[in-house]
């Protein structure tokens, strides 16, 4: 095919995609306005209107749900991932990847977060920008590719999952497992302004830190499990502090970082604590080793712990998931979004690492050339996600569809 003829062709996906934005729009409030909060992590009714209109559109969505005792072990309520198959033609098969699930909306949303409210440009709720609004640019992307009406080498697919909060294995995880998917290339759920080919991994383990129950006003006969718990996470938020010293070389990703999120723990304000639990996240750079950076904190931990007479301590791995990393096999992908979203949004945009971790990472682990890039602003701070007024600005999510459709129609031409 010549340059003008893909630059024709990059013009009516456009113009279809002008044409049809009002639309677009309105899918995306739909989307919006069927909570997924996980926890609980009930997702299937808002897979069930998902698949609803995209039927509207002509679209067979298939419905896999994940049997419930799988569900329930992760500590869901229901699991129900939609694949939708469009083949063109022999050749490559490009899955375009977002997922439904969300932290709860929590306090101070000046927009109701199940509203899909339309204010100065920008489109509010949870999931607006992370990642409902790429259900909305990659169904629409899809369907200008349709308008054209020509021949295509390949297959483009839909993946919309339900996993990505809990780490992706009942999402991503379990459609390729189950040998529902193999495609050559994915673009998972992102953000417009760059083309993410790396990103962090991360470690989540709960530490249970068991001492003795006492009388307040006999405190010698216990042992404080929080005095204990104070004592190791000084020494966790030490080890925060040296990880500063430790660099990337994958630009836009700096060090490696500790976060201790959640603690609960003690039974009354008079009674020695017998028992804290706490919650830690360790995001990992792609340059280090997940089983020794696994290790090295149990064992920081229960060195700490030992010195604390009568301590004992549980640790327990609630998630592993690994680093993206950038492979050659990506460069296709990667150049075909960079040029199109330059040309569309008349700024150079970059290919960059990201701080983040992803179900993106499950379809390189099966051997797919994936990146991240999708509806949203430069940062995940300016779009509020998993904050309150979490938003996308709709021009952003018009032209990141009119990307998305252009690079999927290089790749299969």
Same mark, same amino acid.
């Given at each position: 095919m010549s340059s003008n003829q893909q630059a024709a062709l990059h013009a009516r996906l456009d113009t279809w995609v002008n044409d049809h934005f009002a639309e677009e729009t309105r899918f995306l409030q739909e989307m919006v306005r069927v909570p997924t909060d996980t926890p609980p992590g009930n997702n299937a009714p808002h897979a069930e209107r998902a698949a609803a209109l995209l039927a509207e559109f002509g679209l067979?969505?298939?419905?896999?749900?994940?049997?419930?005792?799988?569900v329930r072990a992760a500590g869901l309520e229901s699991v129900t991932n939609l694949i939708v198959r469009r083949r063109f033609g022999d050749g490559p098969t490009i899955a375009l990847n977002a997922h439904g699930d969300v932290v709860p909306p929590g306090e101070g949303w000046q927009h109701p977060p199940y509203g899909g409210v339309i204010e100065d440009g920008k489109l509010y709720g949870r999931a607006a920008a992370v990642s409902k609004s790429d259900f909305a640019s990659f169904t629409f992307a899809l369907r200008a590719l349709e308008a054209l009406q020509i021949p295509l080498a390949g297959t483009v697919e839909l993946h919309f999952t339900y996993d990505e909060e809990f780490g992706g294995e009942l999402g991503p995880g379990w459609l390729l497992s189950h040998g529902l998917s193999k495609p050559d290339y994915v673009i998972a759920a992102g953000f417009s302004y760059q083309v993410v080919t790396a990103h962090n991994g991360c470690l989540q383990m709960e530490v249970t830190v068991q001492g003795k129950m006492a009388h307040a006003a006999i405190p010698h006969t216990g042992v404080d499990a929080l005095a204990g718990a104070v004592t190791i996470l000084n020494a966790l938020y030490g080890e925060n502090i040296r990880y500063r010293g430790i660099s990337s070389q994958v630009q836009g990703i700096t060090h490696p970082y500790l976060n201790v999120g959640l603690i609960s723990g003690g039974t009354n304000t008079n009674v020695v604590p017998g028992k804290v639990v706490f919650k830690l996240d360790r995001r990992m750079i792609p340059e280090e080793?997940?089983? @020794? =950076? $696994?290790?090295?904190?149990?064992? &920081?931990?229960?060195?700490?712990?030992?010195?604390?007479?009568?301590? @004992? =301590? $549980?640790?327990?791995?609630?998630? &592993?998931?690994?680093?993206?990393t950038p492979t050659p096999a990506i460069e296709p992908l990667a150049a075909a979004l960079q040029s199109n979203a330059s040309e569309v949004f008349g700024e150079t945009i970059p290919a960059l690492g990201s701080p983040l971790y992803t179900d993106a990472r499950l379809y390189a682990k099966a051997g797919a050339a994936v990146v991240l890039y999708g509806a949203g602003p430069r940062t995940v701070l300016e779009s509020n996600a998993k904050r309150a007024d979490e938003n996308v600005v709709l021009e952003d999510l018009r032209r990141a569809t009119q990307v998305i459709a252009r690079a999927v129609l290089d790749l299969l031409t």
């Open positions: 067979v969505a298939e419905t896999h749900p994940v049997p419930q005792a799988e080793n997940p089983a @020794q =950076v $696994e290790a090295t904190l149990r064992q &920081l931990i229960e060195q700490t712990a030992a010195t604390v007479p009568g301590l @004992q =301590v $549980e640790i327990r791995r609630m998630l &592993l998931a690994h680093a993206l």
